[in-house]
Every structure is written in C-alpha cells, then in structure tokens.
C-alpha cells in the first residue's frame, strides 16, 4: 500500500509540471508492464521521448489517474476490465495490446485440482472482469459450470452446477497471493502471481490456455482523442519489437506471452 500511495504522489508532482510533448507519463503495475516500458525506454529516448513510468500497485488507480489527466497512459489492463466501467470505457480508449499474462488458480495445501475437498474455499478477484476469469478458469476445468451466456463477467450467483460445494470469497486482486495463507486456493493475476514469486506455469494447479486470440491481452490505453499522439505511435513501434518479444519469451518461463 505504501508503494501505491508513493505513486500516487509522483502522479500529482507530474501532473503538476508543464506540459512537455518530448515527455510520456505512463502508469504501469511492476511485472511486467514497467519492465518493459523500462527496457524500451532507451528506444523512446532515441526517437525523441522521455518515458516516465509510474508504478502502480493495484488496478484502480492507473485509470482514475489517466482520466484526471496525471498521466497520459497506462499499461496494466485488459479489454474487459476496461469496459467493466462505463466511465472509464467513455472516457479511454485502448491503441495496442502487447501479451498476455495466463490467469491460474494456486495453492499452499494441495498439489492438484483432484485433492480439493467438499466445501473448499477459493479466492476470486473482486472486480468483474477478473473474478469471470477467473470462474471461465474453474470451469473450463470441470469443477463448476456457470449459466448460458453469463459470458466474460460471470459471477458467483451464475454458478448452477458447484459439485464439490466450492466456496468463494471476491477479494481485491492484488490481495490474492496473500489470501493462499487462509484459503484452500486462490485465483490470481499473472502480474500479482509473479510479484509473488510464483511462476504460472510451473505453480498454478491449473492455468489458462491462452494466446493472441484471448480477450485477456494486456493493453495501451490513453483518453479519448489521444490515440494518434505522436508519443504512443513511438511506444507501440518500440513494444511491438523482435526485442520485446525475445525478452517476454524468455523472461518468466511462459507467464508472459506476447499477442503480437
């Protein structure tokens, strides 16, 4: 919490400045999204921009501090927890999406999806958007079946088949990682996955199939009406690079995969 509020004042010193068109203000959660702005910060500096990244630590802030104009984008969501606000779906709009993080369900008291008991409680995230991911998740792996079209935003009360009587609890996501002390498993974000230490693919007792086709890639976004500033036109060519694609590739072992 300490470091969200930290950003949070780096913002508003920002947004205090002059306005600079050689400088891009952009919010971003630490892994991976500030990594990689951080690795192309070099590429920005050589077509004539400034990338100053301001880190965030939870998935409200970057789009309330976009909209207030404290930073001009941000690098940290989806498409359906955009849209998940009509607020900010009115008010911002995605230019390019650059991976995917494949969503998992993990836990500290069992190996498998098999050794969950009758009862088990699992930790969902809060939000729509993620909290339906993480449902589509548990029932692409048989253990629950959610309604006819409940769709990207399923919820708890979507639920008409629940076998082994699963119990959930909708806690922040970036809290996730911190509840597997307390639950029987948790599903949670890539990003907060890795910040945890936990690698998706070789942790997760189960994890998305996911590839450039899922609607779960993570996007530029800026307000409405600055989607051909010169700025992002220069970070979409600098992200959407060979580099950028061998570094996710290689960095964290297929938790991070690039759409483009």
């Avoid at 068109?21 to 192309?40: D, N, Y």
């Amino acid at each position: 919490m300490k470091k969200t509020f930290l950003a949070l004042a780096t913002a508003a010193v920002l947004a205090g400045c002059t306005a600079d068109g050689s400088v891009l203000r952009i919010g971003a959660t630490p892994v991976p999204h500030a990594e990689l702005l951080e690795l192309v910060s070099g590429v920005m500096a050589e077509a004539g921009f400034a990338l100053r990244i301001v880190e965030f630590t939870d998935f409200i802030t970057p789009n309330m501090a976009l909209m207030a104009g404290d930073i001009d984008a941000n690098f940290f969501q989806h498409m359906p927890f955009l849209r998940s606000n009509a607020q900010w779906y009115a008010g911002l709009a995605p230019v390019f999406a650059v991976h995917v993080e494949p969503f998992g369900l993990y836990s500290l008291r069992f190996a498998g999806i098999d050794e969950l008991p009758h009862g088990a409680t699992v930790a969902i995230p809060a939000d729509p958007s993620n909290g339906g991911r993480a449902l589509l998740l548990l029932q692409a792996n048989g253990l629950i079946t959610l309604r006819e079209g409940a769709g990207l935003l399923a919820m708890p009360h979507d639920i008409i088949y629940n076998p082994r009587g699963l119990v959930f609890h909708a806690l922040e996501a970036a809290q996730l990682p911190r509840s597997l002390e307390d639950v029987d498993a948790a599903a949670i974000n890539g990003n907060f996955a890795m910040q945890a230490g936990l690698n998706p693919v070789r942790d997760s007792l189960i994890i998305e199939d996911a590839d450039a086709e899922s609607p779960f890639a993570n996007v530029v976004v800026v307000r409405r009406g600055y989607e051909d500033d010169p700025r992002i036109l220069a970070l979409q060519q600098a992200l959407l690079s060979p580099r950028v694609r061998e570094f996710i590739e290689t960095r964290h072992d297929g938790g991070v995969l690039p759409v483009f």
